[in-house]
């Protein structure tokens, strides 16, 4: 039976810019650009899954406002991965501090920048112009 891993994104913006973590691939070993984003563990709902995401990747600790997609891919491991990516606006520019040890640095850049990255995944720039083109779903869409 197939069984497709959920992950969750945190899409984090302040001041025209997005907040991204420097990570090494774990199939490649590149290095490579993400948004804060992870599987979803037991007894969490997706939400709370993204806010300790964020928490564990870059040390701030932020509230989701709304739900910007949900994203089909299966990737070029093989893997099979449906990600629900949410939108968080920090009040000001943090200063992360990663708590995850799989997490090189995060930092924050502007979509011109996030463009000539190497990126994990064709979603992490999809999700930001998905989020820059106002798409926005209440929480309470997802049953919880």
Same mark, same amino acid.
């Given at each position: 039976?197939? #069984?497709?891993n959920v992950?969750?994104?945190?899409i984090?913006?302040c001041?025209?810019?997005?907040?991204l973590?420097?990570?090494? /691939? #774990? $199939?490649t070993?590149d290095?490579?650009?993400n948004q804060p984003?992870?599987?979803? @563990?037991a %007894?969490?709902t997706l939400a709370?899954?993204?806010h300790? @995401?964020l928490? @564990?990747e870059?040390g &701030?600790?932020? %509230?989701?406002? *709304?739900?910007?997609?949900i994203? %089909?891919? *299966?990737?070029?491991?093989?893997? $099979?991965?449906?990600?629900?990516?949410?939108?968080?606006n920090?009040?000001e !520019?943090?200063?992360?501090?990663p708590?995850? /040890?799989d &997490?090189l +640095?995060? %930092?924050w850049? +502007? !979509?011109?920048q &996030? #463009?000539?990255?190497?990126?994990?995944?064709?979603?992490?720039? #999809?999700c930001i @112009?998905?989020?820059?083109?106002?798409?926005a779903?209440?929480l309470?869409? &997802?049953y919880?």
């Amino acid at each position: 039976m197939h #069984k497709p891993n959920v992950t969750v994104a945190a899409i984090v913006t302040c001041q025209d810019k997005f907040l991204l973590v420097k990570e090494r /691939d #774990k $199939h490649t070993g590149d290095i490579c650009y993400n948004q804060p984003a992870g599987h979803l @563990e037991a %007894n969490e709902t997706l939400a709370e899954a993204a806010h300790r @995401e964020l928490i @564990e990747e870059t040390g &701030i600790s932020l %509230n989701a406002s *709304h739900l910007v997609g949900i994203y %089909n891919l *299966h990737a070029a491991n093989g893997v $099979h991965y449906m990600r629900f990516s949410f939108a968080f606006n920090s009040p000001e !520019l943090f200063e992360p501090s990663p708590q995850d /040890d799989d &997490i090189l +640095s995060a %930092n924050w850049f +502007s !979509l011109e920048q &996030i #463009k000539s990255l190497p990126l994990r995944s064709p979603l992490v720039l #999809k999700c930001i @112009e998905d989020y820059l083109a106002g798409k926005a779903y209440p929480l309470s869409l &997802i049953y919880q």
